[in-house]
């Protein structure tokens, strides 16, 4: 057993609990049983390595579902978010940040031309993506999106509609209307699911939680062109690959 390296200012003082059976009691008490969790409850992190509440040391190859990419703790992320914390946490979307604008940039240079919608989680992102199609197909009565078989696209309503995966549909039902579901890698399924009320298609190009499904350069090619041609627009959830996940 490894013990964890001490934790900063009064991190442990101020929790009374130790134990991982007392966390888990926490949880079959007063947490709603959503998720299906191991019971390891994680205290620290330092770069690749975590350690649990009694000490105990990991490689973490599983970074959060690849949402700590930079690692555990990095010290110039704690840095950045220390000194913003004192200097002012909340700005309503009513009024502006210097920051918020300034990372839109950044964001716009590093990737294509467009304007940033900041959301609070990927199925919040998705669902912009899916309002953003009603709104551009509403002048038109356009509003079908097609989305992919064992595709995952978030937890929310519309999302779990998108979703091409039973298991995260049932026991809520009605679903929403206007989702079609067609083969993943398939560009002859996406022509032939296109109707006069398609605004559309809707993607992971690397599929995630279905299985690691790479789609094929052709594929994404001849998507794009489908999209321009039939004025739909293509949209590709990269929640898993984005930000440089993928090493490209
Ligand atoms: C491809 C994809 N889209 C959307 C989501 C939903 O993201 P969030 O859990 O942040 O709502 C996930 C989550 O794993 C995902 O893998």
Redesign the pocket.
């Known amino acids: 057993m490894n013990p964890a390296p001490p934790m900063e200012g009064n991190w442990e003082s101020r929790r009374s609990w130790v134990k991982t059976q007392e966390i888990v009691d926490l949880y079959a008490n007063y947490v709603m049983p959503t998720y299906s969790r191991t019971p390891l409850a994680l205290a620290k992190g330092r770069g690749a390595i975590i350690w649990d509440c009694e000490g105990k040391k990991y490689l973490d190859f599983f970074p959060g579902?690849a949402v700590s990419g930079l690692g555990h703790c990095h010290p110039k992320v704690v840095k950045a978010i220390k000194k913003q914390v004192g200097i002012l946490m909340h700005v309503s979307n009513n009024f502006l940040s210097g920051q918020q604008g300034e990372l839109a940039q950044i964001i716009i240079k590093n990737s294509f031309d467009g304007k940033v919608f900041f959301a609070n989680?990927?199925?919040?992102?998705?669902e912009g993506a899916i309002k953003l199609a009603r709104r551009y197909g509403n002048p038109t009565k356009r509003y079908e999106i097609i989305t992919m078989e064992k595709?995952?696209?978030?937890?929310t309503m519309a999302?779990i509609t998108a979703t091409g995966q039973d298991k995260v549909k049932i026991g809520f039902e009605p679903l929403l209307e206007g989702f079609k579901t067609i083969p993943f890698n398939d560009l002859a399924a996406v022509e032939a699911a296109i109707t006069n009320k398609t605004v559309a298609v809707m993607l992971?190009p690397i599929?995630?939680?279905g299985g690691i499904n790479v789609a094929d350069r052709d594929y994404i090619l001849g998507l794009r062109k489908l999209c321009d041609q039939k004025d739909l627009l293509l949209i590709f959830?990269?929640?898993?690959t984005g930000m440089g996940r993928t090493g490209e």
């Open positions: 579902w989680s990927g199925a919040e992102a998705n595709s995952f696209h978030g937890r999302c992971e599929q995630g939680e959830d990269e929640i898993q």
